[in-house]
């Protein structure tokens, strides 16, 4: 992995469910709708100055949707943010930097 670059797609972890738990209402709110199923597939980090999240989560049966959430530093005590996000997305839609 180059610097600031991708990492290369990994099977979401307890650690990655959580960090989707933390920012779901964030999500809720900006696309004005409540999700039933909110699972995280996949994800890809980028290091900056903290973490950036890039996650493909699956919101209904076969729609999903890819975050981009930033964790900030430990020391900065902040939880994560969603920054960005990307609806319509299928199972098989390649996670990529937006």
Known sequence: MMPGGLSEAKPATPEVQ???NQ???QF???VNRTCGIFKAIV??????AGINYFIKVQVS???YVHLRV???LPQENKGP?????QTG???DDPLTYF
């Open 18 to 20: 959580h960090i989707v």
């Open 23 to 25: 920012v779901k209402l």
């Open 28 to 30: 809720e709110s900006r």
């Open 43 to 48: 994800y890809k980090t980028q290091v900056v």
């Open 61 to 63: 049966d076969n729609e």
């Open 70 to 72: 930033f964790q900030s």
């Open 81 to 85: 943010s969603l920054v960005s996000f």
């Open 89 to 91: 997305k299928t199972r």
